[in-house]
């Protein structure tokens, strides 16, 4: 115990949102200081990581979709877990050097979130992840926790706080009073669903082929849940797939609106089944206390709109909804030594 605080003084601790888009690194007393695409570029069928391992995040990104035959970009988190080991390492351990390197003697214990609906084996498998990339000890914090931390509600209360985490991979929807979950449900559809959705749409109506960087461009401009004040236009390029040659096409916010229907449906479905579960009392209390939104998704214009159609409740979105969870996390780490036990014996963590 003692050993640990004096650790604590030399190591730089940190809280990390691993996410299927990007991963967002928190220190204590400093807030986040890393803020990273979730992607590593790799020498094709090796995982040998480009520019002496230093091909990661923002230098990845700008090579996804464009890399010639020698080169891979990987994303190695699929629907918030880990789909590639080795890689997910490789990226881990790049961004724990890249925010260590500036202090700290000793390996630091790592506070990491992760989606709420993973099995046993997935939690091992971020455990040994960080583990094997530089950190002393491993704690892990379902995301919802995280987020309704780092939104600042009163989850430790006994009054009920609920959240809708829409990220890349997943969406998390939790009901939490008294510092512990009550009722969730976590389904791994989420903005990269979305994009999915836009590119099939692209193909089956205009015979279209875009990428995903594009795909996100087009959520982004023109994406909606619910019908706008004033629709807009875009124009987008693509290959056409009959002719096999460029082509420019001008697409609309209704079109793309319809597009989103099918994951934004599955997202208002969890939210609803959610509440179905919560106790009356909590319930209740969420009449007056609303829902919460955060993550990348929340920020599709009107989607707080269709969620509070949908269930009657207000919604508020949080501010700062991409670094909710990573806010979430260095609050965990800045109160390790009261929450540590919670978090071990809950199954969030284990020494």
């Given at each position: 115990m003692f050993l640990n605080t004096i650790l604590g003084w030399f190591s730089m601790d940190m809280g990390?949102?691993?996410?299927?888009?990007?991963?967002?690194?928190?220190?204590?007393n400093e807030g986040i200081v890393l803020n990273e695409p979730s992607v590593v570029a790799v020498r094709k069928g090796t995982n040998i990581v480009l520019n002496n391992g230093e091909a990661v995040g923002l230098v990845a990104r700008e090579m996804l979709g464009k890399t010639p035959g020698s080169i891979s970009a990987i994303r190695p988190m699929k629907d918030g877990v880990i789909s590639d080991f080795e890689i997910t390492e490789a990226m881990l351990g790049y961004f724990i050097r890249k925010v260590h390197g500036r202090g700290g003697l000793i390996r630091p214990r790592v506070v990491i979130a992760v989606p709420s609906g993973i099995t046993a084996v997935e939690r091992r498998a971020v455990i040994d992840s960080a583990e094997r990339a530089g950190a002393r000890k491993v704690f892990l914090v379902d995301e919802p926790m995280a987020a309704g931390i780092g939104a600042g509600l009163p989850i430790t209360e006994p009054t009920a706080s609920m959240i809708i985490d829409i990220g890349g991979g997943t969406t998390e929807v939790a009901i939490m009073s008294l510092a512990d979950i009550s009722s969730c449900e976590s389904i791994r559809i989420g903005g990269d669903d979305m994009d999915e959705a836009i590119i099939i749409h692209l193909k089956r109506t205009y015979n279209l082929l875009i990428g995903?960087?594009?795909?996100?461009?087009?959520k982004m401009q023109l994406g909606s849940a619910a019908p706008l004040e004033e629709e807009m236009t875009m124009e987008i390029a693509g290959r056409d797939t009959i002719s096999g040659l460029p082509r420019k096409i001008v697409i609309t916010s209704e079109e793309i609106r319809e597009a989103l229907k099918e994951p934004i449906s599955s997202i208002i479905e969890a939210v609803t089944k959610t509440l179905e579960k919560a106790e009356p009392e909590l319930a209740a209390d969420l009449i007056e206390n609303g829902m919460h939104l955060c993550g990348g998704g929340s920020l599709l214009r009107g989607m707080d709109k269709v969620l509070s159609n949908a269930t009657g409740l207000t919604v508020h979105r949080v501010?700062?909804?991409?670094?909710?969870?990573a806010r979430g996390t260095s609050v965990y780490l800045e109160n390790l030594e009261i929450w540590k036990d919670t978090m071990d014996h809950n199954g969030y963590g284990w020494e």
């Open positions: 990390i949102d691993l996410g299927t888009c990007n991963t967002l690194v928190c220190v204590r995903e960087p594009r795909a996100e461009q087009v501010e700062e909804p991409l670094t909710c969870v």
